[in-house]
């Protein structure tokens, strides 16, 4: 990985973790096939208006790949994200995203977790946990402009946070509607 790339494992930019109720039985979801089939226009219908685009491709290693691009807090982010895991009640998605700032495109590294866990026979609990950390070459940005880190989180957590409060409930209808499709088209 080169310089610009190096990832600042000791800096955290956002961190933020929301949950929402899924009317369907843990065993009738699967985040994995639901995350790999979901549509640009179900992405965006989402968090809307922040979510742009996504679609699926495979990188040069022949990994799966999510490509997305959304706007966070006034900054457009354009995601790459591989698929670590994509099993039906987990997804782990790592991405080097690209985010247009006032020094041109930067770097940062996010860690997109979504998760399902039973809340009772007929529920289940959806949990989409978002994690960035900033390259260097991003802190060295920060501090060439002299903007102290800790007021980047700040402004990035805020933005984070209410972006995931706007994106979790609406991911969790749509895995509750795909839920329901597999067990109406079984039927």
Known sequence: MSRT?????????????????????LDKIDLGTWLSQLTDE?????AVPD?????WSRNAEGELVSINV?????????QHYVAEILEPHHCRMVSL????????WQYQH????????????????????????????????????GIPFE????????????????EAPHYAASVERA???ETADRD
């Open 70 to 78: 959304e706007e966070v807090g006034g900054v457009l982010l354009i």
């Open 5 to 25: 790339h190096d990832i600042a494992e000791d800096h955290v930019l956002a961190e933020s973790t929301q949950t929402a109720v899924v009317n369907a039985p």
């Open 51 to 55: 979510h742009k685009a996504c679609g």
């Open 97 to 104: 995203s690209e985010s247009q700032t006032p020094d041109g």
């Open 151 to 166: 007021q980047a989180v700040e402004a990035r957590r805020e933005a984070v946070e209410q972006h995931n409060a706007l």
């Open 179 to 181: 839920a329901n499709r």
């Open 42 to 46: 179900e992405y965006q219908a989402c």
């Open 110 to 145: 996010v860690i997109w977790d979504l998760s399902v866990t039973a809340l009772d026979t007929n529920r289940s609990t959806f949990t989409n946990t978002i994690l960035s950390r900033p390259t260097r070459a991003f802190v060295a940005s920060l501090q060439e402009r």
